[in-house]
């Protein structure tokens, strides 16, 4: 809100005197990918579960944006079966179940449960439950965010295999920092 219609790119450029690119930042995640592999491997997804959910497209070594730039706009894809509101206003989107923002809603609603562990000592200690510190107290045990990042894993590995199925990549690189809890989560994302 508030940045539609803002000319970023000539601010950058004018202040700065260097040619500027303004993407999506999973897009330009995919485009870091690229550079580093494009010789081995130009058909690529690259799938970020941090606060919000996207997924990145290379075809033959270029992005695939679709029509109108929504091409990978995966976050608000409705998971079947899934009644829970998502900001955007729709219900059971994909970002509402497995996104990052998600998970520190389901962790708060937990704590003010009763569940105790790492992230009710946290929030007992006032500090901000986020994403990335969930990811870290499932990488350390804390059985609240490995319950949390294993159920995001599950979710988002199906939809990860509908791309599988549909883009036919050689490569899937799965970032963001709710996929920080690494093999816990890979392993989710693997069994789907």
Same mark, same amino acid.
């Given at each position: 809100? &508030?940045?539609?219609?803002?000319?970023?790119?000539?601010?950058?450029?004018?202040?700065?005197?260097?040619?500027?690119?303004?993407?999506?930042?999973?897009?330009?995640? !995919?485009? &870091?990918?690229?550079?580093? /592999?494009?010789?081995?491997?130009?058909?690529?997804?690259?799938?970020?579960?941090?606060?919000?959910?996207?997924?990145?497209?290379?075809?033959?070594?270029?992005?695939?944006?679709?029509?109108?730039?929504?091409? #990978?706009?995966?976050?608000?894809?409705?998971?079947? #079966?899934? +009644?829970?509101?998502?900001?955007?206003?729709?219900?059971?989107?994909?970002?509402?179940?497995?996104? #990052?923002?998600?998970?520190?809603?389901?962790?708060?609603?937990?704590?003010?449960?009763?569940?105790? &562990?790492?992230?009710?000592?946290?929030?007992?200690?006032?500090?901000?439950?986020?994403?990335?510190?969930?990811?870290?107290?499932?990488?350390?045990? +804390?059985?609240?965010?490995?319950?949390?990042?294993? /159920?995001?894993?599950?979710?988002?590995?199906?939809?990860? !295999?509908?791309?599988?199925?549909?883009?036919?990549?050689?490569?899937?690189?799965?970032?963001? !920092?709710?996929?920080?809890? &690494?093999?816990?989560?890979?392993?989710?994302?693997?069994?789907?």
């Amino acid at each position: 809100p &508030g940045w539609s219609g803002y000319d970023i790119r000539s601010s950058f450029e004018s202040r700065y005197g260097v040619p500027t690119w303004v993407d999506n930042d999973v897009n330009l995640l !995919a485009c &870091g990918e690229r550079a580093r /592999r494009l010789h081995e491997h130009p058909d690529l997804i690259y799938f970020k579960v941090g606060t919000g959910i996207g997924a990145g497209l290379l075809s033959r070594g270029r992005i695939h944006r679709g029509a109108n730039g929504a091409a #990978g706009d995966v976050g608000h894809l409705p998971v079947p #079966g899934s +009644d829970v509101p998502c900001r955007c206003g729709k219900i059971g989107c994909l970002e509402a179940v497995a996104g #990052g923002w998600a998970l520190v809603r389901d962790a708060q609603a937990a704590v003010a449960d009763g569940a105790s &562990g790492f992230l009710a000592d946290q929030a007992a200690a006032g500090r901000a439950l986020t994403p990335e510190g969930i990811a870290r107290a499932a990488e350390n045990g +804390d059985p609240l965010s490995i319950t949390l990042v294993q /159920r995001a894993a599950r979710v988002v590995g199906e939809m990860i !295999a509908a791309l599988v199925n549909m883009f036919n990549p050689r490569v899937i690189v799965i970032g963001g !920092a709710v996929a920080a809890a &690494g093999e816990l989560f890979l392993a989710g994302g693997r069994q789907r």
